[in-house]
């Protein structure tokens, strides 16, 4: 009797651990394909963070394809893409106030929307494939112009200007004003 409790006490433990180690396994972002990234600086007095994953191109189409255009999109890959700012800013002459948002975008061929959003935390998309946001929870929608990039980014990128931020990917550079 004893040693029958002896062995399900090691049978227990070893699961314990072996499941813990799947768990923490689970959680190492950074050997994801689409891995985390950050980008940080300051305009005007504002710190910016853009927290993202960073898809790859892979040899695939990004714009239109993979990322179709008119369709609201995560703006990177995995969770949804954070946007944080310490201080009210001016994104493309419009206020937004101080705080955390999920940051989506609607690719278009000419012009993008960019959106803000108060909802976060989110994974990306929904299980239909479409973004994953409260329409209701917009805080802020602006458009910009996307124009073609000087060089080839293989992985989306956002960089933080003294302009303001750019998302970066394939052949496109979309950047966005911030005062």
Partial sequence: MKKITIARMFVLTLSAV??????????DKASRPSPPATATGTINGATITINYSSPAVKGRTIWGG???Y?????????????????????VEGKILP???YSLFATPGEKVW???????????GIKR???????????VLSVMV???KSD?????LVYVITNKGFELRWENLTVPVKIK
Avoid at 18 to 27: D, E, N, P, T, Y
Avoid at 113 to 123: D, P, V
Avoid at 151 to 155: I, Y
């Fill in 70 to 90: 008119d369709k609201p999109w995560r703006a990177g890959a995995n969770e949804a893409t954070i946007f944080i700012t310490d201080k009210d800013i001016k």
């Fill in 18 to 27: 072996l499941l813990s180690s799947a768990i923490w396994a689970q959680q």
């Fill in 113 to 123: 929307t960019f959106i803000f959003n108060s909802q976060t935390g989110q994974w």
């Fill in 128 to 138: 239909t494939g479409d973004a994953n946001f409260d329409a209701a929870q917009n």
């Fill in 151 to 155: 060089s080839f980014n293989e992985r």
């Fill in 98 to 100: 101080a705080g955390k």
């Fill in 145 to 147: 112009k996307p124009r």
């Fill in 66 to 68: 993979l990322v179709p």
